[in-house]
């Protein structure tokens, strides 16, 4: 009887573990994270943004559970997804472009949201003033729209007979659009160049706009930075070489996949930043009280191989300013 009891007991004991585990979860605190893109390629980025949550105590799994929400490129998505996250989280972090910060902000006046963005925040209408954040809303402004001039500079010493620059953006990306072209733009004034602008919202609008863009005998082509380029980035690397076009990218896993030169702000260091901020607003700092953080930090990256495939050969004033050299 005895025996029988016990095991009764044991068994019991069992079964409440897993219902103590999931109270034990459910307890924690919750952030959201919203991207408007997919979980591709992300690792090392979701990595980045877990060091900075435990620089400030915070492990996932341990003491606080993140809600990952992906809307595929599909922005139509985002809204919902923001409304399910303002019901469960405490803290809600955006990334992905404009789009998921506004969806955001849409849906919640009262849950704290820290966005990671590339482009002015306060020309973006998330917060009225970068020092002292208005409303519920702080978080990372990466510069990466700001950059496009002085990258337009450098792919120019690398390829200073070109004369015509396609420039492929994304029309969905309105304000991304908007800054390339007007900073690109005042660029090429200067030193005489022509641009050819393309637009593509689609990889087979990617593919088409290129194959257009051949026909009129481009001498390099610059990819903005935007999200959705920067996920199609190993087709445009591709079409890039098969069309033998010289191309700058915004973000460095471009030049990590084969593209020849990108310039930008330092992707991972950004995310480790808005992992320490949303760490430090679940603690429960306010966004009124931590002023929108700008990127300090730029990556210069030249794939040397893609080079001599090219039959470029890099400047040594520019191998200097460069931060890494890719084999």
Do not use: C
């Amino acid at each position: 009887m005895r025996r029988r009891k016990f095991i009764t007991l044991l068994g019991g004991a069992a079964a409440a573990w897993p219902l103590a585990a999931r109270a034990q979860q459910a307890a924690m605190p919750v952030i959201g994270f919203l991207d408007s893109r997919s979980s591709d390629g992300m690792a090392s980025r979701l990595t980045a943004f877990r060091q900075g949550l435990k620089e400030v105590g915070l492990v996932e799994g341990e003491n606080v559970t993140i809600i990952y929400r992906w809307a595929e490129d599909r922005v139509d998505r985002l809204p919902e997804m923001a409304s399910e996250l303002a019901r469960q989280a405490a803290v809600i972090v955006t990334t992905g472009g404009p789009p998921s910060a506004l969806a955001a902000k849409a849906a919640t006046t009262t849950i704290p949201i820290v966005f990671l963005v590339g482009d002015d925040p306060t020309r973006l209408g998330l917060v009225t003033s970068l020092a002292r954040p208005s409303g519920n809303l702080t978080g990372i402004n990466m510069l990466a729209n700001e950059l496009e001039a002085k990258r337009l500079q450098l792919l120019l010493q690398l390829v200073p007979q070109a004369q015509r620059i396609a420039v492929l953006v994304n029309p969905a990306s309105v304000n991304n659009t908007e800054t390339t072209l007007r900073d690109v733009g005042a660029a090429a004034r200067t030193t005489g160049l022509q641009l050819q602008v393309l637009k593509a919202n689609t990889a087979r609008e990617i593919e088409e706009s290129i194959a257009w863009s051949e026909r009129q005998k481009p001498d390099a082509l610059f990819v903005g930075a935007t999200a959705f380029l920067n996920i199609r980035r190993v087709q445009l690397v591709q079409l890039a070489a098969f069309h033998r076009l010289p191309a700058t990218y915004g973000q460095r896993e471009a030049a990590e996949a084969g593209g020849l030169m990108t310039y930008g702000p330092s992707i991972l260091e950004g995310y480790r930043q808005w992992g320490i901020y949303a760490g430090r607003v679940l603690k429960g700092a306010k966004p009124t009280d931590l002023p929108v953080m700008q990127s300090t930090k730029f990556e210069l990256i030249i794939n040397s191989t893609t080079a001599r495939m090219f039959g470029i050969t890099v400047p040594a004033s520019l191998l200097a300013l460069a931060d890494e050299v890719l084999e």
